[in-house]
């Protein structure tokens, strides 16, 4: 079974910059949409960022023009630039892959363990 694994989390100060990075790992062949998504306390999980293996990326109306969502699909990676940040973007933030082609057949909707992002005002 694909696993994605997550880094890059931590504290930092508001208006300052994190980068994410989420690594998929396991018998693949290639990914379709690869994203980002984030859940606050007493919120829902919510879309910040994805990317398909073409490069197409869409953006939660919060994040566009200070996140900026990239990958290497040689290396199965998607790293999530996130700069200017704000303490509203404290969240635990999950990669997600909705679609895993690998040698054994397709893994679907497939999710990381998360990485917790705090913001301090």
């Known amino acids: 079974q694909v696993q994605l694994v997550e880094s890059g989390g931590g504290l930092v100060q508001a208006g300052g910059s994190l980068r994410l990075s989420c690594t998929a790992s396991?018998?693949?062949?290639?990914?379709?949409?690869m994203g980002w998504y984030r859940q606050a306390p007493g919120q829902q999980r919510e879309l910040v960022a994805r990317?398909?293996?073409?490069?197409?990326?869409n953006y939660a109306d919060s994040v566009k023009g200070r996140f900026t969502i990239s990958r290497d699909n040689t290396e199965n990676t998607v790293n999530l630039q996130m700069n200017s940040l704000k303490p509203e973007d404290t969240a635990v933030y999950y990669c997600n892959a909705d679609r895993i082609f690998t040698g054994w057949g397709t893994q679907y909707d497939t999710w990381g363990q998360g990485t917790q992002v705090t913001v301090s005002s």
């Open positions: 396991g018998s693949i062949v290639s990914i379709n949409v």
């Open positions: 990317i398909n293996s073409g490069g197409t990326t």
